[in-house]
């Protein structure tokens, strides 16, 4: 079994398109996270949804919306594409909501959604 | 702030040989620090990480780090490389706030290690 999956894998669009990319893990982790890989291969956190609260990084603009239906999903949304997001999204999980369960808690990672927008 | 340096890009090795990929990094609480790989078109997986006690951790595949307070470096390790060893590497860091609550994990820039057969 997966522990980490997202759907789709590969994903090509127009500009202005509306898209969405989900992720469940079956580990029973109570953190969920997206992170965008860019061409260079830079990782940076977007978002972390622990214990219902969502964790918005303010870089992120408002056109991405995560949403969690449950503790074992975390999708996300994107609005009105642009061509700099093209990337590779990553969903991850770990385990422990609080502050050193959480931070000591090594991330399973899903396999990765690449999404080209054209 | 918390940051992740790997100041090499790219680390080529012959397979057989010892290899070291460098990471240094910066926090302001207690370091909680880890080790990711990511092999072409994969999510990246754990390798090792340390939190309190040995300097010397263990991981998968053979890896080992060294965790060193005085130099806040995290170097990765292994004995003798394989060729099925190449792929990126990412080194990572977290720690607690004083609220008490864990910052978000922050990646290096991640390095290229080849080993060549």
């Known amino acids: 079994d997966t522990a980490v999956s997202q759907t789709p894998k590969y994903l090509v669009t127009q500009m202005g398109n509306d898209k969405s990319i989900k992720c469940e893990q079956n580990?029973?982790?109570?953190?969920m996270y997206w992170y965008k890989q860019d061409s260079k291969k830079f990782l940076k956190i977007m978002f972390s949804?622990?214990?219902?609260?969502?964790?918005i990084n303010e870089t992120v603009p408002n056109r991405f919306s995560p949403k969690s239906p449950d503790k074992a999903h975390l999708n996300l949304h994107i609005n009105s594409l642009e061509l700099g997001d093209s990337a590779v999204y990553f969903c991850?999980?770990?385990?422990?909501?609080?502050?050193?369960?959480?931070?000591?808690?090594?991330?399973?990672f899903g396999e990765g959604s690449r999404l080209t927008v054209l | 702030a918390q940051s992740v340096a790997q100041p090499e890009d790219q680390v080529n090795v012959a397979e057989g040989n010892p290899l070291t990929v460098k990471c240094t990094y910066s926090v302001s609480g207690n370091p909680y620090l880890f080790w990711y790989v990511q092999y072409p078109n994969r999510g990246l997986q754990f390798l090792l990480k340390?939190?309190?006690?040995?300097?010397l951790v263990k991981g998968s595949y053979g890896f080992e780090a060294e965790f060193n307070k005085s130099q806040t470096s995290f170097h990765l390790k292994k004995p003798s490389a394989l060729v099925s060893d190449s792929a990126l590497y990412f080194c990572?860091?977290?720690?607690?706030?004083?609220?008490?609550?864990?910052?978000?994990?922050?990646f290096g820039s991640g390095t290229q290690l080849t080993v060549l057969p």
């Open positions: 991850a999980s770990s385990q422990g909501t609080g502050g050193y369960l959480l931070a000591t808690g090594e991330l399973f």
């Open positions: 990572a860091v977290r720690d607690i706030g004083s609220s008490g609550s864990a910052r978000q994990l922050t």
């Open positions: 949804y622990n214990n219902k609260e969502l964790i």
């Open positions: 580990l029973g982790h109570d953190t």
């Open positions: 340390y939190i309190t006690g040995d300097n």
